[in-house]
């Protein structure tokens, strides 16, 4: 991204599980990163799922195809499986997430006013949203997470993003005549 996030993120990382199209998205500062956040994502899906990766598709990225990386999928006994150079159609799934993760970000932030500041946030808004909205992807409009994980999706908590919030001054931090909130 042109903007750093409020973390000083300068990248979104997503991981999409083909079969339910349930994505996971990290912000990242460096590509460096990548391989920690895919440690990371193996594990919480793996013990999540009680299942293995069985494949991992990613492009020809430096990020993916590190001495590093390619040892990680070997010891964890997943196929890799890399695209052609210059042909992003054959990995057409993560392209489109891509696209509809940033086209919604932005969409989003234009509507309530936000700073690209917040690109961070509502990237992480967008997945989650994207999570729990039936796809043409999948058969009797279910969502990606009602087929990973079995459940529902429970959208009655949910406000519009960049809603105003308040955040609480403890009284010891306050003088009596001072808002209790900012």
């Not at 994502?41 to 993916?64: A, H, P, V, W």
């Not at 001495?67 to 695209?83: A, C, D, Y």
């Not at 949203?129 to 009602?146: I, R, V």
């Amino acid at each position: 991204m042109s903007t750093l996030s409020l973390g000083g993120a300068n990248y979104f990382l997503p991981f999409i599980d083909d079969y339910s199209r349930h994505t996971t998205v990290y912000t990242i500062k460096a590509k460096s990163e990548v391989i920690d956040r895919f440690r990371q994502f193996k594990y919480e899906m793996e013990n999540q799922l009680n299942t293995k990766i069985k494949r991992f598709r990613s492009d020809g990225g430096g990020e993916y195809t590190s001495k590093e990386f390619g040892q990680l999928l070997e010891v964890s006994g997943m196929i890799r499986e890399q695209t052609a150079p210059y042909t992003p159609e054959q990995n057409g799934v993560a392209e489109r997430a891509n696209r509809t993760i940033v086209g919604r970000a932005k969409a989003m932030l234009f509507a309530a006013g936000l700073s690209d500041l917040l690109w961070g946030e509502a990237v992480h808004t967008t997945v989650y949203l994207k999570n729990q909205s039936p796809t043409s992807a999948l058969a009797n409009g279910m969502t990606p997470l009602e087929l990973l994980l079995g459940e529902k999706p429970h959208l009655s908590s949910l406000i519009p993003f960049g809603a105003k919030g308040f955040k609480h001054v403890p009284k010891e931090l306050r003088s009596k005549c001072e808002p209790k909130s900012i």
